[in-house]
């Protein structure tokens, strides 16, 4: 599952600025491309844990 969303960030990035060297870039196919960009970078972001466990009661 991590290999299949690297690949598909890699593809969607690319993608996005391959769009953006046109000269006449189409705005909604550069929204979809940097929407699954985002999509999977949270995806993959979600599996690493975090550095500092914070503490639930801790509000400030």
């Not at 189409?26 to 979600?46: E, Q, R, Y």
């Amino acid at each position: 599952m991590k290999v299949i969303l690297i690949i598909l960030v890699a593809i969607a990035f690319f993608f996005a600025f391959y769009e953006q060297s046109k000269s006449k870039p189409n705005v909604i196919i550069t929204v979809i491309a940097v929407g699954i960009f985002m999509f999977g970078i949270f995806k993959l972001m979600s599996k690493i844990p975090s550095k500092n466990p914070e503490d639930k009661n801790d509000f400030l």
